[in-house]
């Protein structure tokens, strides 16, 4: 079903139920011709909406076969009467769909209304559908469509992956939508209170306004409303709302009470479906049962959805004696690798060269080394804004206003932009260099959103993680981490060549190019090999490999016991084996009672295959 676009149904407070509007609507026209939609002004002023919007919604109900309109003569005697029928669809609450009609005489000018069971909240629910203010792309469609299927193959824990900037709060409305059609509850949960007031005014934009809030003392609190938008950090501390569906909005990041919450007997059937942009979390599969890919960050560029980027590594940051701490370098650690004159100094210099004029966020390793950058764009003229953990909704909402309007040029901040951002932003400065693919994709994707008059987003990169992670269209994973190394038969996939970097201009370009698309650079290859006078000496294969190390003895060895065994050979034949490869019988204590091991490599596999024929080649002979 296609949306309608009627972004001033939402601007408008509504002065009656949705219910009592759609009635109002229906009556007027029901008592027209099927020519026109009259009485414009009069359901306009009853209604409380602008009379555009009213005559945009009564037409984009019947475009959309919610409502349609027939005109019958019936006889009565010797006279005939008009009779006009309105007929309005919904969905009742047990799923099925029914019609209400609304039948007017032009001769008595009488209105008489066919009741049917759930009519009322069925009406209540085609008006807020009507409401809808954009329609839904295909990749949404998609997977939304997905997701169905899902929960009805019986998955309970779905996780649903959607890039940075394709709409997942729209995707989760419309999910939200479809459960209140069927009069269930539902939770929406957001892991910062940041995200509290900027997905109700996400719900409210798409239609969805019984909605309440559990966080702290906000003032929209009220449990009695059929949706609840909540922080995780709230939540812990209180009871637990009633809900048929509980939408997990940025579930790669985990909470001790998400957990715990999920894995409760009396919740087992309610189905969580979990948002992210990179559910690429270690353990992430031991919640969530499937992963739904809605679209890819390179598909949704190539579509037109998201915007192109460019990417230059003006600088290359000395990071030797930085730690590495779960995963990502250590913070303490990175900060003093970082923030050092000349770095900060080239960040301002190559933003006034190349991203000047364009809005810009700046990610920095902590207050600090923000701070610093701060100074550093001040210091030359440049406005720039500063934001961290600490600071207040309001302060984050004048920084947003003011590089809307050019107030400031430049945003630095430490962890607080990564999620939650829907800002023109048209450059990036990485000045924080991480391991993590997913702090990066988030990052970049502050960038990737489109606005008109933008052609790509410009990342500055002086942290090498474009060069050391790879392009954000690179990073991929087609299946949820269960938290273990891998199974047994399964092979880690090939590393994706890293891009390159031009030499001359910096641009860091696709691996495989001979030129620099930036600036048409063409690298001469060179030779990097040093060359020093000797002779040559015969290279002896069972010498080299008498030199192996034992941990590759000891396997090489345990898995020729295994073939052995399947096979039916002796000790000998092993023993056989190991002195082709190694030159050396296997009487070191470290081989000699090795047990057979669990399998067989497909390399040890094919070794012994070789041997085997040439052994047979040789008795032929």
């Avoid at 942009?277 to 739904?292: E, S």
């Avoid at 990073?475 to 047994?488: A, F, Q, S, T």
């Amino acid at each position: 079903m296609s949306y309608i676009d009627s972004s001033a149904a939402a601007k408008v407070p509504l002065k009656r139920s949705p219910k009592a509007v759609l009635l109002a609507l229906a009556d007027r026209a029901a008592k027209e011709t099927a020519q026109c939609w009259p009485s414009i002004r009069r359901v306009a002023k009853e209604t409380g909406l602008g009379e555009r919007t009213v005559s945009r919604h009564l037409a984009a109900l019947e475009r959309m076969g919610l409502i349609s309109r027939d005109r019958r003569t019936r006889k009565n005697g010797s006279r005939t009467t008009d009779l006009i029928t309105l007929h309005v669809r919904h969905l009742a609450g047990n799923g099925t769909t029914r019609t209400q009609t609304y039948t007017h005489s032009a001769e008595s000018e009488t209105y008489h209304q066919t009741h049917s069971h759930g009519a009322y909240q069925g009406l209540a629910n085609l008006y807020r559908r009507a409401l809808r203010m954009r329609p839904l792309h295909d990749h949404q469609k998609q997977a939304i469509s997905r997701l169905r299927e899902a929960l009805r193959s019986g998955s309970r824990r779905p996780m649903l992956q959607a890039p940075t900037g394709s709409g997942k709060t729209q995707i989760a409305a419309a999910i939200v939508e479809m459960a209140r059609d069927k009069g269930n509850r539902a939770v929406f949960t957001v892991p910062a209170k940041e995200l509290i007031d900027q997905t109700v005014k996400r719900f409210y934009a798409e239609g969805i306004r019984d909605v309440g809030v559990i966080q702290a003392d906000h003032h929209m609190t009220d449990c009695s409303k059929p949706v609840q938008i909540a922080s995780v950090q709230t939540l812990q501390r209180r009871l637990l709302p009633e809900a048929d569906i509980v939408i997990v909005d940025e579930a790669h990041r985990s909470f001790a009470f998400m957990e715990e919450w999920m894995t409760k007997d009396e919740w087992l059937d309610v189905p969580f479906i979990g948002l992210s942009a990179t559910p690429w979390t270690k353990g992430l599969g031991r919640l969530y049962d499937r992963l739904i890919i809605a679209a890819t960050t390179e598909q949704l560029i190539d579509q037109g959805y998201l915007s192109p980027f460019k990417v230059f590594a003006p600088t290359h940051p000395d990071l030797t004696g930085v730690r590495t701490v779960a995963g990502d370098f250590h913070e303490s650690d990175l900060a003093k690798a970082m923030n050092k004159r000349t770095l900060t100094a080239d960040i301002v210099s190559t933003w006034i060269e190349k991203g000047r004029g364009r809005p810009t966020l700046c990610f920095a390793v902590d207050r600090v080394h923000a701070k610093t950058i701060q100074q550093q764009f001040e210091a030359c003229g440049v406005r720039c804004g500063y934001l961290d953990a600490q600071s207040t909704g309001r302060e984050r909402d004048d920084a947003r206003k003011a590089l809307a309007s050019g107030d400031a040029e430049v945003i630095c901040n430490v962890g607080v932009l990564t999620t939650g951002v829907d800002w023109d932003v048209r450059c990036i400065i990485l000045a924080r260099p991480t391991k993590s693919e997913i702090l990066f994709t988030q990052i970049v994707g502050r960038g990737l959103r489109t606005a008109e008059g933008k052609d790509h987003c410009l990342i500055l990169d002086h942290s090498d993680s474009t060069l050391r992670l790879g392009f954000v269209t690179d990073i991929h994973h087609d299946r949820l981490d269960g938290g273990k190394l891998g199974h047994e038969g399964e092979t880690k996939p090939k590393d994706k060549a890293k891009p390159r970097e031009c030499e001359k201009c910096h641009y860091v370009r696709q691996p495989g190019l001979s030129h620099c698309p930036s600036c048409g650079f063409v690298p001469e290859a060179v030779c990097n090999v040093k060359t020093e006078d000797g002779e040559l000496a015969e290279l002896d294969p069972k010498k080299v490999n008498a030199a192996a190390d034992w941990p590759e003895k000891v396997a090489f060895v345990g898995q020729l016991r295994a073939y052995a065994l399947l096979t039916k050979k002796t000790e000998s034949w092993v023993a056989w084996r190991y002195r082709d490869k190694y030159g050396v019988w296997p009487n070191h204590p470290k081989v000699k009672y090795v047990r057979p091991a669990a399998g067989i490599s497909p390399e040890v596999r094919a070794w012994i295959t070789s041997r085997n024929i040439r052994h047979a080649k040789t008795a032929v002979a």
